[in-house]
């Protein structure tokens, strides 16, 4: 008889069921995930190449190429976080060798220049201040010193520091130089205006737990046919096999639909009905959404004596990064909005640690309820240390935003009648 060892790690009896807290989140991402969406997840499991299954995975390519904007073919969501996405446009469209021009002007683009060099590629860096946009004179120069470049690669809404650049123009510049792009809209998608077919993106990436308010581990992703013609006709293997876009179309392609990976089926349902949530407020509504507390929570911010770290024409309504005042703890007031009001706001990256707060505006999050208590949070936790705060001015400053951005609402109501 074969005696099987003794079983060890066994653990302890004492752990339970884990359940969250209920948090408010205004930070970088995770957003909340709306009721509808979370009842979805739950529903149960089906097989990957189940009819049915297969039916909803059509209408989510439909739903992804309307908030993309796009009529790419070649939309899908594939199975990982926002990074996944990241990796995916680069390791199908970067070779040995290849010259790949990144532009950096946060956290993300840094990530950008560690994809190409793991992929083999040359990365020439373009460095622009973290808070401001990308340069596209800057780009030009570069294209022009290097026109052999293959891709060109920059993040449209710069989430570490709430700076958004100008992706129509940057396109542009880099197909005049025979180069494809590749552009990180993850924290764009559905917050703010985005056009793929429009500003003639190449190869776009977006996560599923931004300003969609989906579960995390999702990111859309969006090729053109350039792209495609490209993997097509490349000569080396793809060097991931997870990722290879030609295997990943036998499951997200057209026809005869072959096992690749199991897709992660729960999450699909949740993203199918986020984006359904998307559809059914209109994509142009989801944007202003997101501008109008904006506007709220920077009246109310402003109101405390607080400062911006972009410049308002390149600010992100859905990040807003705010500068900490001189003096005050900032990893103090983030844990006290964590203990005392369940309130998750994010910190500042890289250069920017210590020095800025960056308040998300995202998806289901951005809502009046969230900019009063944060407004209101925040102000209690300053003024416990000695920041001089008068109490209810930032409410009474975003209620006055409100106030008069319904009033502006109603007049142009009255012109267009
Ligand atoms: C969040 C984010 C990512 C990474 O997404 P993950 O889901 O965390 O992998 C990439 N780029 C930008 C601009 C982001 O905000």
Known sequence: MIMNPTIKHLPPKKINSFYPPQRTLMGP???????????AMSLPCIGYLDPVFVDMMDELKTLLRYVFQTDNQLT???????????????????????????????????????NVERCGGKAIVIEDTWGEP???????????????????????????TGCMSDAKTLVEIAHRYGALTIVDAVTQLA???LFVDEWGIDAVYS???????????LAPVSFSDRVVALVRNRKERCHS????????????????????????????????????QVRE?????????????????KAGLEAMGLEYLVKEEYRLPQL?????????????????????????????????????????????????????????????????????????YAEAAAHQSYAEQHAQAAQQKIKAA
């Open 320 to 392: 807003n990064a705010v500068k900490v005042p001189e003096g005050i703890d900032e990893a103090r007031v983030r844990k006290a909005l964590l203990e005392e009001f369940n309130l998750e706001i994010g910190a500042g990256l890289g250069p920017l640690a210590g020095k800025i707060w960056r308040f998300g505006l995202m998806g289901y999050s951005a809502k009046s309820e969230n900019v009063m208590l944060c407004l209101s949070a925040l102000g209690s936790v300053l003024m416990d240390l000695g920041y001089p705060v008068k109490l209810g």
């Open 29 to 39: 991402g995770p957003s909340e995930i709306t009721p509808r969406v979370l009842a």
């Open 241 to 276: 096999w997870f990722m290879d876009l030609d295997l990943v179309l036998g499951y997200w392609g057209n026809t005869n639909r072959t096992y690749h990976h199991t897709a992660p089926i729960n999450g699909l349902y949740a993203l199918h009905e986020a984006l359904l």
């Open 134 to 160: 990308v340069d596209p004179n800057k780009l030009e120069e570069t294209l022009k010193q290097h026109p052999d470049t293959k891709v060109v690669a920059f993040v449209l809404a710069e989430t570490s």
């Open 191 to 193: 917050g703010t205006p």
């Open 76 to 114: 899908f969501p594939a199975s990982g976080p926002g990074s996944v996405g990241m990796e995916m446009c680069f390791v199908n469209m970067v070779n040995e060798g290849d010259k790949v021009i990144v532009c950096r002007n946060g956290v993300f683009g840094g990530r950008m220049i560690e």
């Open 281 to 297: 407020e209109g994509l142009e509504n989801s944007w202003a959404r997101h501008t109008r507390h904006y506007l709220a929570l």
């Open 207 to 217: 996560g599923s737990q931004k300003c969609l308010s989906c579960t995390p581990g």
